[in-house]
Nanobody, 113 residues
Framework: QVQLVESGGGVVQTGGSLRLSCTAS????????MGWYRQPPGKERTFVALISRRGTTDYRNSLKGRFTISRDSAKNTVDLQMNNLKPEDTAVYYC???????WGQGTQVTVSS
């Protein structure tokens, strides 16, 4: 059974950066379209970014230019580089296997003002 695990969350000040990673046991993430989503406190989970098996990327419009999704084939991870973070980016961030629908357990990102 594939298990997705996110890491890299934490507390950062406004304007700071974080890099999240999603790794999986039991599958090669380079063969799967993967996505990142986030859920702020008390709000719904929403789309952040995706990367297709061919490497095509897509982003939530409001996050373009600050967030970058990528793969690390050697580490078998899908990463989310987040720059110029704002308090409204505070959320639990989840990765998702867009083929199977499987979610990771999430990693908390808190941006302090």
């Amino acid at each position: 059974q594939v298990q997705l695990v996110e890491s890299g969350g934490g507390v950062v000040q406004t304007g700071g950066s974080l890099r999240l990673s999603c790794t999986a046991s039991g599958t090669n993430l380079t063969l799967i379209t993967m996505g990142w989503y986030r859920q702020p406190p008390g709000k719904e989970r929403t789309f952040v970014a995706l990367i297709s098996r061919r490497g095509t990327t897509d982003y939530r419009n409001s996050l373009k230019g600050r967030f970058t999704i990528s793969r690390d084939s050697a580490k078998n991870t899908v990463d989310l580089q987040m720059n110029n973070l704002k308090p409204e980016d505070t959320a639990v961030y989840y990765c998702k296997n867009l083929y199977s629908g499987e979610w990771g357990q999430g990693t908390q990102v808190t941006v302090s003002s």
